[in-house]
């Protein structure tokens, strides 16, 4: 008899919008939605960053999870009650339409997210906190960008070490209490939401690291979110092959709680 075929959770995964070629493009570094397949065990979409022309509650009734990834623009201060600081600092008005929303979307319906260094930064703006728009220039932290005179491999080796909260669920993921990261952001977490709780830090205090863990609720889902880049060379480093792992068995749990007809749809 015929094998059944393999059946894949549906994750979607943000994407920019910027100009290629003079034309504006929907885009997403190869490096975010390779690992996905191979380590998390789910398939792929990219998702356009189409504002308030996206159908939300489509979006969320197709997919089992979603990927905010890193990008080189930064979310416009107004989101977060403050004024810009640096003129020059690339903004993507189109994602932060798409993605603020569509966050808080989907954390009211506990579907798992995994975000990365914006998509980090989104997360917490999506729910209430605040960034540092300029890190280096913070008294008290260090400068968190990468050297833009190495090549690639460099910008993302090792940068500092992270000290994972103790008996925290990050702790229990990577299975250890602290490790090497790279760092390559210039802004970070200025106040963390209120639903948020801090998982991990960097010497100098800066939070790498958050979970959703509200008081009001007790479904929550999976939530995860990290300020370094796990992405880069993930099936070679432990801890990227632990985060893509945890984020693979909850939107498993969630597309088969959604089979069963166990989930209760948000209000």
Known sequence: MPSSP????????????????GHPTYAVAQKYVDPLLPLSGVLPLLLPSMGAD??????????????????????????????????ESPSDPA?????????????????PVFGICRGFQEINVA?????????????????????????????????????????GMLAAI??????EVNSLHGQGIQTLAPDL???????????????YQPAHRTDAGFLLAVQWHPEWQAAQNPVSRALYAAFGKACRQFAARKRDGLLARAA
């Not at 393999?6 to 070629?21: M, Q, W």
């Not at 798409?98 to 319906?109: D, E, S, V």
């Open 95 to 111: 994602r932060d339409a798409t993605t603020l929303p569509l966050i808080r979307a989907a954390i009211a319906r506990g579907i």
């Open 127 to 167: 729910l209430g906190g605040t960034l540092l728009q300029e890190v280096h220039n913070t008294p008290g932290f260090d400068d968190h960008r990468e050297d833009e005179a190495l090549d690639a491999a460099g910008q993302y080796g090792p940068a500092h070490r992270v000290r994972a909260v103790p008996g």
């Open 197 to 211: 709780l801090a998982q991990a830090h960097a010497p100098d205090g800066l939070i790498e690291a958050y979970t």
């Open 6 to 21: 393999v059946s894949y959770p549906l994750v979607a995964v943000t994407t920019d919008l910027k100009p290629l070629g």
């Open 54 to 87: 996206l159908p939300i509650d489509a979006v969320l009734d197709g997919v089992d999870g979603l990927v905010f990834t890193g990008s080189p623009s930064n979310i416009e201060p107004y989101h977060y009650g403050q004024t810009l600081s640096n003129p």
């Open 174 to 179: 990577v299975g250890a209490d602290s490790w």
